[in-house]
């Protein structure tokens, strides 16, 4: 329910900027054999967000409702990591004893946040309970105190002050994601440069693209035959005044505008519509401003193959040290033609610069998220094997769309304006 209606087809096709899924490696998620679970302690933020998804309330589980929680996935998931989540997780007042529950279960912990209560104590209590990693929010449409009105650049200083404090403690991944609207999307080249120029502080970059639900768009909202107020959820907005309906291969053509030679390798397709990109996933090489190549799919394959077989769960959080061992991926290169082209330009690199081969060559991940696509007669094309499910009443659920369970008990439904009566589109999609 969190886009205007549009053929997909004709406003964007998927092969533009030279995108194929069919070229490209296909994640072999699903709703039982998963890469993470995504565990929401709390539903309090000191922030709040533009393009957030979640209502904001003054609200914490308690310890026993988290162990149910990561019960309910255990039994129903295989998983190597687990997204804690909210609102923002730091405010849980026993976010320690969560990060402790999740090791003790064999799963990795990644904490999802803004950032501003981390403190370098707390980021120390953290590591020693366990946390592999962070990854936090950061845009220019969060009205963050000391940053409001900020640009996307403006803010990779704040960025690189989070980075620096997380390497400082070693041995952590960190990330970040940013909200991509309309007005921003001319940005995603600079922090993309930016993320090159930290490397070895930065293992992922994240986009995710913008989506409202519109109450006054095409559509009405329906659940069990019954029109509803799409209004009540907090990711609904009354009229749009900004596109909602950007594609992920929009912004590869953006990026492509000043790194012409950027070059996907992965992705997960959507529901209804098999061949968007719904995560669009590239792996690159290098050192601290310069990029060595891209990845190929067969490098991705060969990475979730072998880890699913010698761990049986797919890789989520690879090590830090890992992250910092590209020189060994270069083995690969027979296997890989992302890697062949990338090991050609690390070679003739340090064959020019002959000390430059004692320095750690780093991979970095850079994800594009297209959320909730509603198309042109209501389905909703949501992620294929999406990883980002939580737990609702003991049941997973997509934590992108909690508040319509939440509200209504149950999904919404689109059902374009004129199309019939409400009781003729009972079933959803």
């Known amino acids: 329910m969190n886009a205007p209606a549009h053929n997909l087809n004709k406003l964007f096709p998927t092969n533009v900027a030279g ?61 190597d990591g687990v997204s804690i989540a909210g609102g923002d997780p730091l ?59 900020k640009t996307e650049i403006q803010l990779n200083q704040l960025r690189l002050q989070i980075a620096e404090l997380v390497h400082s403690v070693g041995g952590l991944s960190c990330a970040f994601n940013a909200t991509i609207y309309e007005d ?14 930290h490397i070895d502080k930065i293992d992922v970059m994240v986009f995710i693209l913008f989506r409202a639900a519109v109450t006054e768009g095409n559509f009405e909202f329906v659940r069990n035959g019954k029109q509803v107020d799409g209004g009540e959820v907090v990711y609904s907005v009354d009229k749009a005044t900004a596109r909602l309906d950007m594609q992920a291969p929009e912004v590869v ?48 394959e060969m990475v979730q193959t072998a880890h699913h077989l010698f761990t049986g769960k797919y890789l989520a959080y690879a090590p830090k040290a890992t992250l910092e061992a590209g020189r060994s991926a270069m083995l690969l290169a027979p296997l890989d033609k992302g890697i062949r082209a990338t090991a050609g330009r690390w070679l003739s690199h340090v064959l020019r610069n002959p000390l430059d081969i004692r320095k750690k060559l780093h ?42 369970y939440r509200k209504y008990g149950g999904l919404v439904q689109c059902v374009p304006k004129g199309a019939g009566s409400c009781a003729a589109h009972q079933k959803a999609p």
């Not at 209502?55 to 019960?71: A, G, M």
């Not at 590591?127 to 969060?142: E, L, M, N, R, Y």
């Not at 594009?368 to 094997?385: E, K, T, Y």
Request: glycine letters at 8%.
């Open 19 to 79: 995108l194929d899924h069919r070229q490209l490696y296909r994640f072999p998620w699903s709703t039982s054999d998963n890469v993470i679970s995504w565990l929401e302690p709390t539903a309090k933020c000191n922030l709040a967000c533009e393009g957030c998804y979640r209502e904001n309330v003054d609200s914490h589980k308690s310890l026993k409702e988290v162990r149910e929680d990561l019960d309910v996935f255990n039994r129903y998931r295989t998983f």
């Open 91 to 149: 405010l849980h007042p026993n976010i320690c004893d969560i990060v402790k529950m999740v090791v003790a279960d064999g799963h990795k912990p990644i904490l999802n946040t803004n950032g501003l209560a981390l403190t370098e104590p707390l980021l120390r209590q953290l590591k020693d309970a366990g946390v592999t990693g962070f990854t936090f929010h950061i845009d220019s449409k969060q009205g963050r105190p000391g940053w409001k009105n």
């Open 184 to 197: 921003t999307l001319k940005y995603v080249p600079d922090l993309l440069k930016f993320g090159e120029d």
């Open 253 to 300: 053509a953006k990026i492509r505008e000043r790194f012409p030679d950027f070059q996907p390798s992965a992705y997960l397709g959507g529901t209804e519509k098999p061949d968007s990109f719904k995560w669009l996933f590239t792996g690159r090489f290098g050192f601290p401003g310069k990029v060595m190549g891209y990845t190929g799919p067969k490098f991705m």
């Open 363 to 404: 991979f970095q991940a850079v994800m594009m998220i297209q959320p909730i696509d509603v198309l042109p007669d209501g389905r909703a094309n949501m992620c294929d094997g999406c990883p980002d499910v939580t737990v609702h009443e003991g049941q997973m659920v997509w934590s992108c769309r909690l508040e319509e």
